[in-house]
């Protein structure tokens, strides 16, 4: 958290409750849902948190990762003034995708059409 560029591009991170195996390693801290802290009017898009629209096979990597959106639906705008927006859906997890051979891929990195606030992954819109 004394790295402001880590921060920036890695996410917000505290001591986690327990260790957890993530990307091939053991991992001590998790992502601070920093949202949930959120005061601004101002609405916030990001990435490098991890959504799923639904189940992910073929990658034990997402089933891994502390889940930070579990409490919230997966196209759903997050944070005490519900205004801020995640458009990844995993798509960190392609890699494990391809190499388990799968055609149709279940992950996806999010477009968001402003003011609209629209949700378009790769070929269709989502909401």
């Not at 205004?83 to 995708?97: H, K, L, P, T, W």
Request: aromatic fraction near 12%; proline fraction near 5%.
């Amino acid at each position: 958290m004394g790295n402001p560029v880590r921060v920036a591009t890695t996410g917000a991170e505290r001591l986690a409750g327990a260790p957890f195996w993530s990307s091939g390693k053991w991992r001590m801290c998790q992502r601070v849902h920093w949202w949930n802290e959120y005061e601004e009017a101002v609405p916030v898009v990001i990435g490098h948190d991890w959504r799923q629209l639904s189940q992910v096979s073929g990658s034990e990597h997402v089933m891994s990762k502390p889940d930070v959106f579990a409490e919230v639906g997966p196209t759903d705008w997050v944070g005490r003034r519900k205004n801020v927006y995640c458009v990844d859906f995993s798509i960190g997890a392609r890699y494990q995708e391809r190499r388990a051979g799968v055609r149709q891929f279940q992950t996806h990195l999010g477009a968001l059409r402003w003011p609209e606030r629209e949700l378009w992954l790769e070929k269709d819109r989502v909401s």
